[in-house]
């Protein structure tokens, strides 16, 4: 085994430019590399959706945790923690430093505080997901509420993957899902040195419709269309954008609908990813007035440096 890389994290909601700083900072410094901490980068052809580098700046960077899976599998955080050990075990053989970019709450604990994440219950998890197609999201929280309060207070009442996955471990350990590892709501001592990037609130929203358009623009219908043929997870079929429009290709709204969905989604999902990282008082805040490149890779360069200074 190799010994760990030096870590540093850009981290912050959708739309804040995590991906254009690490990608600055990455090609200006040559042994940096880059690991994508998302939930949905993982998916083999979701790549507009995701705003997944492209394969020329994959090229000129390298990148890991990207197109591991095809999008008709699952892919649990206990899959994507292994492959993030993965991925420092090889950076550190090569005597690199790690920058980590991405804004999926739960997968960035996963891989900087290393949670004592549960074990899977398939049959349980496939009654579950039944009951959820049946009863609706509110049921099946309130459900949660009753076995879990911790857990229940930090899932959305109508993300019914995460309740799904929070009442499968309750059954099938027989413990609350909460009470695994640490706890969400602990912030021990982490080698990742956290630089979020923060914008004023009404700036980002327009930033984020501006990108949604962009995306449309770019081909996602027919990303999402191609992935139908092809076959979706739930998990996968759950994604920003990739839901809405799928509700369109069935006829069920209008593009004009579904894109405008997506643009109050997307805001939604922004604050919740603002609230989760808001919490962790080891993160950098670094807010952000006109270009995050110009504003924030300094900074991340200068982390990064100073990490192989005191090395």
Do not use: C, N
């Given at each position: 085994m190799s010994e760990l890389p030096e870590r540093v994290a850009v981290?912050?909601?959708?739309?804040?430019?995590?991906?254009?700083?690490?990608?600055?900072?990455?090609?200006?410094?040559?042994?940096?590399?880059?690991?994508?901490?998302?939930?949905?980068?993982?998916?083999?052809?979701?790549?507009i959706g995701t705003a997944k580098p492209t394969a020329v700046e994959q090229a000129r960077v390298p990148h890991h945790l990207i197109d591991l899976v095809d999008a008709s599998e699952e892919f649990a955080v206990a899959e994507f923690q292994r492959a993030y050990a993965t991925a420092l075990?090889?950076?550190?053989?090569?005597?690199?430093?790690?920058?980590?970019?991405?804004?999926?709450?739960?997968?960035?604990?996963?891989?900087?505080d290393g949670l004592d994440l549960p074990g899977e219950w398939p049959e349980v998890r496939?009654?579950?997901r039944a009951e959820a197609d049946r009863l609706g999201g509110p049921a099946l929280h309130a459900r949660l509420v009753a076995a879990d309060p911790d857990a229940a207070s930090r899932i959305e009442p109508n993300n019914l993957r995460r309740i799904v996955r929070a009442l499968e471990v309750c059954e099938g350990s027989g413990r609350r899902f909460?009470?695994?590892?640490?706890g969400l709501d602990t912030y021990p001592p982490s080698p990742v040195l956290q630089i979020g990037l923060r914008w004023d609130r009404a700036i980002l929203s327009v930033r984020i419709e501006q990108r949604v358009h962009r995306m449309v623009e770019q081909g996602l219908v027919g990303e999402v269309a191609g992935l139908v043929t092809s076959g979706l997870s739930k998990t996968a079929a759950?994604?920003?954008?990739?839901?809405?429009?799928?509700?369109y290709l069935d006829g069920s709204m209008s593009l004009d609908e579904a894109v405008e969905r997506i643009v109050v989604r997307?805001?939604?999902?922004?604050?919740?990813?603002?609230?989760?990282?808001?919490?962790?008082?080891?993160?950098?805040?670094?807010?952000?007035?006109?270009?995050?490149?110009?504003e924030a890779a300094p900074i991340v360069r200068d982390a990064l440096h100073t990490r192989v200074r005191n090395a």
């Open positions: 981290l912050g909601p959708t739309a804040s430019g995590k991906s254009s700083v690490a990608m600055a900072v990455a090609e200006d410094m040559s042994r940096v590399e880059l690991i994508s901490i998302d939930s949905m980068q993982v998916y083999r052809g979701m790549d075990d090889a950076i550190g053989r090569r005597g690199h430093q790690a920058l980590l970019v991405g804004g999926t709450g739960l997968y960035h604990r996963a891989a900087i496939s009654r579950l909460s009470s695994f590892g640490p759950q994604a920003l954008g990739y839901k809405e429009l799928l509700t997307t805001r939604q999902f922004a604050v919740r990813q603002l609230r989760w990282f808001q919490r962790d008082p080891r993160v950098r805040w670094v807010d952000i007035e006109h270009d995050p490149v110009v």
